[in-house]
């Protein structure tokens, strides 16, 4: 399985970014796929999920009301929409994905390499 991001960047508080992750290989139609982030010092955490069908989402409590992650058409894309972005949400984001519905870290089974997101004053 891999997984490849993009639409990182450097942004101004307040502004949105679209991030992309295009998956391939062997994926089952049962997978979940997700983003977490990693800021500097600290532990990797979890940010929002969503079923292979895109029925079910969950997001971090963070994130909730700015964030929305959804499959494209083709099922192997997934996004992450960020609206009204905050210093704090400054991290290396990361696509995930897992045959199981899980918001821990150590528990997901495949990480594409991150996309740098810096969200300045």
């Known amino acids: 399985v891999q997984l490849v991001e993009s639409g990182g960047g450097l942004v101004q508080a307040g502004a949105s970014l679209r991030l992309s992750c295009a998956a391939s290989g062997h994926i089952l139609s049962t997978y979940t796929m997700g983003w977490f982030r990693q800021a500097p010092g600290k532990e990797r955490e979890f940010v929002a999920l969503v079923t292979w069908t895109g029925t079910r989402t969950h997001y971090a409590d963070s994130v909730v009301g700015r964030f929305t992650i959804s499959r494209g058409n083709a099922k192997n894309m997934v996004y992450l929409q960020m609206n009204k972005l905050k210093p704090e949400d400054t991290a290396v984001y990361y696509c995930?994905?897992?045959?199981?519905?899980?918001?821990?870290?150590?528990?997901?089974?495949?990480w594409g390499q991150g996309t740098q997101v810096t969200v300045s004053l």
């Open positions: 995930a994905t897992d045959a199981d519905w899980t918001i821990f870290a150590i528990d997901i089974d495949y």
